[in-house]
């Protein structure tokens, strides 16, 4: 991959990130969320951002 393909992608992943954080408190705010499917749906996105990284770092491996 090249540069712009390189920022273009930690864009995405920085938007995709916001925006689910947007949306947890648009439901928090209109009652739609309760605290313990709260807890489960941050757990799952700090799950997803571990298995980011993991990506991230086997894909910067692969290219040296």
């Known amino acids: ?19 689910v954080i947007v949306m947890f408190v648009i439901l928090n705010i209109i009652g739609a969320l309760d605290l313990p499917m709260g807890v489960v749906f941050h757990e799952g996105s700090t799950f997803l951002v571990i298995l980011n990284g993991l990506r991230l770092l086997s894909e910067r491996d692969a290219k040296n």
Request: charged share 20%; net charge negative; hydrophobic share 35%.
């Open 1 to 19: 991959m090249n540069y712009l393909q390189d920022e273009t992608e930690k864009c995405v992943s920085f938007i995709f990130s916001i925006s």
